[in-house]
């Protein structure tokens, strides 16, 4: 079994906002959209018909506890939330995974450690690229340790 | 309230693939996703966060029927579900409405009413514009019923 879903490196587990028992809740790399977070299903599953109900359930209260959080912290407008899988249908043999990305998004610019966060597309389908420079290791640290302060 | 999606117009009843208690099951104008759907809660709520158990449970049971319909139909190889509520934020006062936009991939293409449907982007994000014509109407009702045909 080669899925990376299953195998989240060690490390990555410094960026761990809250495990639920169905669903883990990660600061994603990217923080283009301040806040960014990637949300695996905990067992191998590979589409959303495949979720069991209790994991749908779960997923409610993910999506009330994360939001709420975020805009506490950071005073996001709203949430893009979506379920692709596409990069696994690059191998020979798709092993997809279920995940979730959710981009918070701003109606306004918000100023963090010195950095300062913009969503120019504020208002229409978000930006796949990356608007910003790499957000330094430091300041995702930060990033998540103050959403979890608003959990 | 303005809301858009409380006020679908009636000709586009001609593309309600099912209704569901909580959720209604549309063919989308767009296409270039063959089988691409729009499925918007019936009551006005404007977040994941703000939905009741019941509408997450049966939106489980949406996602097999669904999925499953658009695979026997056309062959899909995987779908997105994505979530965003963007363009309700273009407005002074938004009035989002929550609904899923799921666009089914295809890792080769399908030829239907004389028209060739391809995925060129596939195994990766997708492509926010259109990358084919419109599809006629008579083609998008065809593509309806055969969907119908398969749930």
């Given at each position: 079994m080669a899925c990376e879903v299953c195998q989240i490196p060690a490390e990555d587990e410094?960026?761990?906002?809250?495990?639920?028992?169905?669903?883990?809740?990660?600061?994603?790399f990217k923080q283009s959209y301040l806040g960014r977070c990637f949300i695996p299903l905990r067992r191998h599953a590979g589409s959303l018909s495949e979720l069991?109900?209790?994991?749908?359930?779960?997923?409610?209260?993910v999506t009330v506890?994360?939001?709420?959080?975020?805009?506490?912290?950071?005073?996001?407008?709203?949430?893009?939330?979506?379920?692709?899988?596409?990069?696994?249908y690059q191998e020979a043999e798709p092993e997809p995974?279920?995940?979730?990305?959710?981009?918070p998004r701003y109606d306004g610019p918000v100023e963090l450690e010195g950095l300062r966060f913009e969503d120019p597309a504020f208002g229409h389908h978000y930006r796949n690229g990356e608007h910003m420079a790499?957000?330094?290791?430091?300041?995702?640290?930060?990033i998540a340790e103050r959403i979890r302060e608003c959990l």
């Open positions: 410094a960026f761990l906002l809250f495990a639920a028992e169905h669903w883990k809740v990660y600061l994603s069991y109900p209790e994991e749908w359930l779960e997923l409610a209260g506890r994360l939001e709420a959080a975020i805009r506490k912290a950071f005073g996001a407008t709203l949430f893009n939330w979506a379920c692709l899988m596409n990069a696994a995974h279920v995940h979730w990305h959710v981009r790499p957000v330094p290791y430091q300041v995702r640290l930060r």
